[in-house]
């Protein structure tokens, strides 16, 4: 069974539907935030539940008869062998939302026979739209962006997370080589900012999942960056739900990001 992609109306369908839940998470983080512990490090609010519910009734309630969607919170609806699958993330950065860091966003990805084929990730704080159909570049807000042109990984900013453990290694050689480095606390916005030309590289090796890069990866790659899996593997494997790992950088420094993270 083959998935069909509907020009532009899937991805207008996946900007409203982000906009949307991003409005109420705006709304949110006005009021106090009560945050229940997730795993020994993560988080997770009664907002990234409410937003997680919104995305997936105007998803599934307007995309093709048989869509399924994975999301963080809610896991999966519909069926698994469905062509068609909807991957979000309610809110990527919940830590930063629940400590009143104005720094998160809406994901969303569609998977359309094993390819993505639409990413959107919506920062509503700054009322930002990063959006991505397959083939046809990507754009903030309507308008066409680029990756940076930086050739010299000692001229670039990079993006990384503060891994424990084996993980710091490699935040250590980065930054080493780096004009600098930053920790965002959301994969969806360091992936979006690449795209933009904001920061030349994102690095991370570890407490990725589907959610997290489906859409955002698809955005910086028609970006033009390169994007592609800790070893050079390709950036989504739709088997390892929770056990991504990704490089998305510049072209003109991708050969140094590479000399590093393969050591």
Not at 141 to 154: D, E, H, M, P, Q
Not at 206 to 220: C, K, T, V
Request: hydrophobic share 50%.
């Amino acid at each position: 069974m083959s998935g069909a992609l509907r020009p532009r109306v899937d991805l207008e369908l996946a900007e409203r539907a982000a906009r949307a839940a991003g409005e109420l998470v705006r709304n949110a983080f006005s009021a106090p935030v009560v945050a229940e512990a997730k795993g020994s490090h993560d988080v997770v609010t009664a907002t990234d539940r409410a937003s997680e519910a919104m995305l997936a009734e105007i998803l599934l309630g307007e995309g093709l008869p048989g869509d399924a969607l994975l999301g963080e919170e809610g896991g999966a609806r519909g069926a698994a062998s469905s062509p068609r699958r909807w991957i979000v993330d309610p809110i990527d950065g919940t830590v930063n939302f629940a400590n009143g860091i104005p720094l998160f966003a809406v994901a969303i990805g569609l998977v359309v026979d094993g390819e993505p084929r639409i990413g959107v990730v919506y920062d509503p704080i700054r009322d930002e739209l990063f959006a991505a159909e397959r083939g046809a570049g990507a754009t903030l807000n309507g308008a066409s962006i680029r990756v940076s042109a930086k050739r010299s990984l000692s001229e670039s900013v990079c993006a990384t997370s503060l891994q424990r453990g084996a993980g710091m290694a490699l935040v250590e050689s980065i930054a080493l080589a780096a004009r600098s480095t930053r920790a965002l606390g959301t994969s969806a916005i360091a992936l979006a900012w690449v795209a933009a030309g904001r920061i030349d590289a994102y690095v991370q090796d570890a407490n990725l999942s589907l959610w997290d890069i489906a859409g955002p990866g698809l955005i910086a790659v028609e970006a033009g960056a390169v994007v592609e899996g800790l070893r050079g593997e390709p950036w989504l494997n739709l088997d390892a739900a929770h056990d991504s790992r990704i490089v998305a950088c510049t072209p003109g420094i991708a050969t140094e990001v590479r000399s590093i993270v393969s050591r």
